[in-house]
């Protein structure tokens, strides 16, 4: 079963905006902790941005300024808004969700492609 549902992939020129979606199901509503980590061609997955359900926004340094997470608890959604794309930017970039109790959950990812 897949828990977490993504949308908004797709392709944009260098300095373009893209927003990501990601919806829960029903059976993990309102998880303490959403997020965004992406993987690149060769690369390890890395954090992007996450957000606790009553916390403060946390980023990874190359898109401090960039990129934008938000939440709606009541609805079990979080979405990331990507500004000045950049090519290094490209990935697949996969929506997290991290119960009270530890367990976590992934997304299928959505391939995100910069042109540079």
């Known amino acids: 079963q897949d828990y977490l549902e993504e949308s908004g992939g797709g392709f944009r020129p260098s300095g373009g905006l893209l927003t990501l979606s990601c919806v829960a199901d029903i059976a993990i509503f309102n998880p303490f902790i959403m997020g965004w980590y992406r993987q690149a061609p060769g690369k390890q997955r890395e954090l992007v941005a996450s957000?606790?359900?009553?916390?403060?926004?946390v980023y990874t340094d190359s898109v401090k300024g960039r990129f934008t997470i938000s939440r709606d608890n009541t609805k079990s959604t979080a979405s990331l808004r990507m500004n000045n794309l950049q090519s290094d930017d490209t990935a697949v970039y996969y929506c997290y969700a991290k119960l009270r109790s530890g367990v976590e959950y992934w997304g299928q990812g959505t391939q995100v492609t910069v042109s540079p």
């Open positions: 957000l606790a359900n009553e916390g403060t926004p």
